[in-house]
């Protein structure tokens, strides 16, 4: 609706359409004062042209920051902003408006997540701002964010990225970011430890998702689909247990025997020596690492033990990424070719569960 009435030299504009500066509105989601976004958007519009003053340019940003302070208790609950009438808003802007405000720092977030999404972890925002350089009003943005998806969905039956992207309207890729938020916090998973400070979000998060994927409720192997997925399938785990056979010595030198004889001819000599040399101690972390998930301390160390029980001395061995990922891919095909495995069609799942999985985040996590 648009009426215009003349009034002497004065033009009336009245409408019910709300109209969204996106440029402005990322101002705003940055965290800066309206005083702060007069100056930078001063700098990017030649004012004269416009025949307007930094006044003008001032209050049209408290207008705009107006709306946004207006809208922001609908975009904590989106599925709201569909069905209000307060501000008319087409799809396209209530999605971008959504999918912007949901938005964050990966630094920002890689801080987060190793900690407590509580009050207390809050008042850590200010330490986080200045290592990040992101101000402190984003980060709260962020840290309230990551907070109520958290809560709103941990209780959730289900597969948690549809349980995010119904309750927040965002987009998958966004959705799967959050989903390995929550994953990691309801873990408890150690991510804070020096050791891991070359990890980004993105390796945590591929890591994460990988887990959700196979060794969560929602994997194809689960017989309850219907249960949290936030956690890990317990079932799974207590499965976990039998592949400890593998650390049996006739099992181990048998397996070492067929490993050697697949990767002789695509390893070089220097390699293999050092596999040969330090297989049973390599397959008896890969293991443990496997039997302790069904442990949550144990299994809250995940990321910190595949760093320091196999990236780390790979390394020094300079090893590369390609030979990691060949003895990772034998390790795991020629162990189905033990009589333990040929007997056991239910051991040969649960070993393929696991491994799809922890191959993966291995290579994810080795460095550069």
């Given at each position: 609706?648009?009426?215009?009435?003349?009034?002497?030299?004065?033009?009336?504009?009245?409408?019910?359409?709300?109209?969204?500066?996106?440029?402005?509105?990322?101002?705003?989601?940055?965290?800066?004062?309206?005083?702060?976004?007069?100056?930078?958007?001063?700098?990017?519009?030649?004012?004269?042209?416009?025949?307007?003053t930094?006044?003008d340019?001032?209050?049209?940003?408290?207008?705009?920051?107006?709306?946004?302070?207006?809208l922001?208790?609908?975009?904590?609950?989106?599925?709201?902003?569909?069905?209000?009438?307060?501000y008319q808003l087409?799809a396209?802007?209530?999605?971008?408006?959504?999918?912007?405000?949901?938005?964050?720092?990966?630094?920002?977030i890689?801080?987060?997540?190793?900690?407590?999404l509580?009050?207390?972890?809050?008042?850590?925002?200010d330490?986080?701002?200045?290592?990040?350089?992101?101000?402190v009003?984003?980060?709260?943005?962020q840290?309230?964010?990551?907070?109520?998806?958290?809560?709103?969905?941990?209780?959730?039956?289900?597969?948690?990225?549809?349980?995010?992207?119904?309750?927040?309207?965002?987009?998958?890729?966004?959705a799967?970011?959050?989903?390995?938020?929550?994953?990691?916090?309801?873990?408890?998973?150690?991510?804070?430890?020096?050791?891991?400070?070359?990890?980004?979000?993105?390796?945590f998060?591929?890591?994460?998702?990988?887990?959700?994927?196979?060794?969560?409720?929602?994997?194809e192997?689960?017989?309850?689909?219907?249960?949290?997925?936030?956690?890990?399938?317990?079932?799974?785990?207590?499965?976990?247990?039998?592949?400890?056979?593998?650390?049996?010595?006739?099992?181990?030198?048998?397996?070492?025997?067929?490993?050697?004889?697949?990767?002789?001819?695509?390893?070089?000599e220097?390699?293999?020596?050092?596999?040969?040399?330090?297989?049973?101690?390599?397959?008896?972390?890969?293991?443990?690492?496997?039997?302790?998930?069904?442990?949550?301390?144990?299994?809250r160390?995940?990321?910190?033990?595949?760093?320091?029980?196999l990236?780390?001395p790979?390394?020094?061995?300079?090893?590369?990424?390609?030979?990691?990922?060949?003895?990772?891919a034998?390790?795991?095909?020629?162990?189905?070719?033990?009589?333990?495995?040929?007997?056991?069609p239910?051991?040969?799942?649960?070993?393929?569960?696991?491994?799809?999985?922890?191959?993966?985040?291995?290579?994810?996590?080795y460095?550069?």
């Amino acid at each position: 609706m648009q009426i215009y009435q003349t009034m002497n030299d004065v033009e009336v504009f009245v409408g019910n359409y709300c109209a969204i500066n996106f440029d402005i509105y990322d101002l705003w989601l940055k965290g800066h004062s309206a005083s702060d976004a007069t100056m930078l958007e001063q700098k990017k519009i030649n004012l004269k042209m416009f025949g307007i003053t930094v006044e003008d340019l001032h209050s049209d940003i408290m207008d705009h920051y107006r709306l946004f302070f207006g809208l922001e208790e609908m975009l904590k609950t989106p599925p709201r902003l569909s069905h209000q009438t307060v501000y008319q808003l087409d799809a396209d802007n209530i999605s971008l408006l959504i999918q912007k405000y949901y938005s964050f720092d990966a630094p920002v977030i890689r801080e987060i997540f190793g900690r407590k999404l509580n009050s207390r972890s809050r008042k850590d925002l200010d330490d986080i701002s200045e290592e990040t350089g992101v101000s402190v009003r984003s980060c709260r943005r962020q840290f309230d964010n990551a907070k109520r998806v958290f809560k709103t969905v941990e209780e959730l039956r289900g597969r948690l990225v549809d349980n995010i992207q119904l309750h927040f309207c965002l987009r998958e890729s966004l959705a799967k970011d959050y989903a390995a938020i929550v994953f990691i916090s309801n873990n408890r998973f150690e991510t804070g430890k020096k050791k891991l400070n070359y990890m980004t979000f993105a390796d945590f998060a591929a890591c994460a998702n990988h887990m959700i994927s196979n060794w969560s409720y929602s994997s194809e192997d689960c017989q309850d689909h219907e249960d949290m997925d936030v956690d890990m399938d317990r079932d799974f785990l207590l499965d976990l247990r039998e592949v400890k056979v593998l650390s049996e010595r006739d099992y181990v030198e048998e397996h070492k025997g067929l490993m050697l004889r697949a990767l002789q001819q695509s390893m070089n000599e220097k390699v293999l020596t050092e596999m040969d040399s330090n297989f049973r101690s390599v397959s008896k972390i890969i293991i443990t690492i496997a039997y302790g998930l069904n442990h949550s301390k144990e299994s809250r160390d995940i990321f910190i033990d595949i760093y320091e029980k196999l990236i780390e001395p790979w390394v020094q061995m300079l090893w590369t990424k390609s030979d990691v990922q060949l003895f990772l891919a034998s390790f795991k095909d020629t162990a189905q070719q033990l009589d333990v495995f040929r007997s056991s069609p239910k051991l040969v799942k649960v070993w393929e569960r696991y491994m799809q999985t922890f191959c993966p985040c291995v290579l994810q996590m080795y460095p550069r």
